[in-house]
């Protein structure tokens, strides 16, 4: 059973960047694809990101295409999303969580962090 620990959401003005982090325990994440959702109030869960733990091979939606880097630290087994250019459009809480294949679908995910919430003031 793998944990996971969001940290490192805040406020920030729009066009600022912010680093979220998700520390890993419990298991190897080498098997794993790892990626990053989020939820605004009133909306459901969204894709953001993922992270093929064993190879790095990376996915992202349209919407951060360009703007967010999602990366992991095998030594750390610390997942990272790096947001930059942060639209009004982006606050959220921002969770990261674990599947065992390569997937955009929130219910394959599993292992859910609490979630960390990204404010963004225009």
């Known amino acids: 059973q793998v944990q996971l620990v969001e940290s490192g959401g805040g406020l920030v003005q729009a066009g600022g960047s912010l680093r979220l982090s998700c520390a890993a325990s419990?298991?190897?994440?080498?098997?794993?694809?790892v990626g990053w959702f989020c939820q605004a109030p009133g909306k459901e869960r969204e894709f953001v990101a993922s992270?093929?733990?064993?190879?790095?091979?990376?996915d992202y939606a349209d919407s951060v295409k360009g703007r967010f880097a999602i990366s992991r630290d095998n030594a750390k087994n610390t997942l990272t999303l790096q947001m930059n250019s942060l639209k009004p459009g982006d606050m959220a809480d921002y969770s990261c969580?674990?599947?065992?294949?390569?997937?955009?679908?929130?219910?394959?995910?599993?292992?859910w962090g609490q979630g960390t919430q990204v404010t963004v003031s225009s």
């Open positions: 419990g298991r190897s994440l080498g098997s794993y694809v």
């Open positions: 969580a674990a599947a065992l294949r390569y997937t955009r679908e929130v219910g394959d995910f599993g292992s």
């Open positions: 992270i093929s733990w064993s190879v790095g091979l990376t």
